[in-house]
């Protein structure tokens, strides 16, 4: 890349930066409440990005493998124990995952 295309580049990207950081303050500002349909998103994304992941973290899973698909469904246990008994979502992500990586490690 040449030096003007360089600069074209980081003045871009700090452009999407500053867009992205302060576009939501400038068109939903303190003092105006905000819009439903912007509360709707904010309630039902969330829970849809969540199933979203868990479909796709599960969708290799071989149930007719040597695994069975064992450890899969216990570390997903794991998660939703974790997160049902301490509603911490870092400690059930962790727990999961290492519940997981010590199932196909040293378990199946």
Aim: aromatic share 10%; glycine share 8%; charged share 10%.
């Amino acid at each position: 890349m040449t030096l003007n295309q360089q600069i074209i580049t980081i003045g871009m990207i700090v452009l999407g930066t500053v867009l992205t950081r302060f576009l939501p303050f400038i068109l939903f500002p303190a003092n105006r409440p905000t819009p439903p349909f912007i509360q709707y998103l904010g309630r039902v994304l969330p829970p849809a990005v969540i199933g979203m992941l868990v479909i796709y973290s599960l969708k290799d899973v071989n149930v007719l493998g040597p695994s069975r698909g064992i450890p899969e469904l216990l570390a997903v246990s794991i998660v939703a124990g974790l997160h049902f008994w301490k509603r911490q979502i870092l400690l059930s992500i962790a727990g999961g995952t290492v519940a997981y990586m010590l199932l196909v490690q040293f378990v199946f």
